[in-house]
Nanobody
Framework: QVQLVESGGGSSQAGGSLTLSCAPS?????MAWFRQAPGKEREGVAA???????TAAASVKARFTISKDNVNNILYLQMNSLKPEDSAMYYC??????????????????????WGQGTQVTVSS
């Protein structure tokens, strides 16, 4: 069983920055951040592969950066120029399996077996 522990959520004003962290209990092949706002479906935000290939949703690509500390096995999401519409519960996701056609599937929920409990991000205007 893999445990994922997220941290770093909180409140920010529009235009501000927050950094989320996720520490899996063991090394993962693929990891990602998802978010879910009230009344909306969970959506993929950004993903990173075992080889540090990254992708991000169009709505955040210019503002959010996903990265991974391979030495300490920590996943990060640097969020800049935050907007009120970024307010959501943010979840760390991970999987131990190689993922074929990675760019096609890496922002989809079905690609991940393990999920964190979530950390809340609230952005005020």
């Amino acid at each position: 069983q893999v445990q994922l522990v997220e941290s770093g959520g909180g409140s920010s004003q529009a235009g501000g920055s927050l950094t989320l962290s996720c520490a899996p209990s063991r090394l993962q092949y693929n990891m990602a951040w998802f978010r879910q706002a009230p009344g909306k479906e969970r959506e993929g935000v950004a993903a990173i592969s075992r080889l540090n290939i990254t992708t991000a949703a169009a709505s955040v690509k210019a503002r959010f950066t996903i990265s991974k500390d391979n030495v300490n096995n920590i996943l990060y999401l640097q969020m800049n120029s935050l907007k009120p519409e970024d307010s959501a519960m943010y979840y760390c996701a991970a999987d131990t399996r190689p993922l074929e056609d990675w760019f096609r599937h890496s922002l989809k929920q079905y690609a991940y077996t393990y999920w964190g409990q979530g950390t809340q991000v609230t952005v005020s205007s």
